[in-house]
């Protein structure tokens, strides 16, 4: 009686520490909505959407499929998810928008691998949805938005990649140039 009475309690034991951890999850429908869009920009900025092999640690934040294949970059200084509630729009108990301020350097375009200097603040509206007991962004799908440190990282890395020698020459050349914009 005593063993099935232990088996009992450590199965109820492990369904509450269970229940409670999974509560803890970034995106959980009790929790706060603002940070599924700070984790989504944190992952952004960091440049988690430049590779497809790396954009799957977004998918626990995004309601759509998959990402298309970008030809820009929007290189960014910082971000601010505005986390205060009378900055969103809350349009029901389960839909929100929640805006973000992006401190925009430039464009950097991939084929011709140049970046366009335009020193901006941008303002992205991220509509925050729940579904299946989780908060999940379900617009806007844009341009990876990528802190510059990581993209000259990114340009160094294909540097090292590029055997032809004209595609390596405007390598470095954007490399320089984004440097030159920290």
Not at 145 to 162: C, D, P, S, T, Y
Request: glycine residues 6%.
């Amino acid at each position: 009686m005593v063993r099935y009475t232990v088996l009992l309690v450590a199965c109820c034991l492990s369904v509450v520490l269970l229940q409670s951890s999974g509560a803890a999850l970034t995106g959980d429908i009790t929790k706060d909505p603002a940070d599924v869009v700070k984790k989504y920009a944190e992952l952004d900025f960091k440049g988690a959407r430049l590779e497809a092999g790396t954009q799957e640690v977004l998918f626990p934040y995004i309601a759509w499929a998959g990402e298309p294949a970008w030809g820009t970059v929007v290189v960014v200084d910082r971000y601010d998810v505005l986390n205060h509630t009378s900055d969103w729009s809350i349009l029901s108990l389960l839909e929100v928008v929640i805006p973000v301020e992006y401190q925009v350097l430039g464009t950097m375009y991939w084929e011709t691998a140049v970046f366009l200097p335009e020193r901006r603040v941008e303002r992205v509206s991220f509509h925050v949805k729940g579904q299946s007991h989780r908060w999940r962004l379900i617009a806007p799908q844009m341009p990876p938005h990528v802190g510059v440190k990581r993209m000259i990282n990114f340009v160094r890395h294909a540097m090292l990649q590029e055997s032809d020698p004209s595609r390596l020459e405007k390598l470095t050349a954007l490399r320089d140039h984004l440097q030159g914009a920290t």
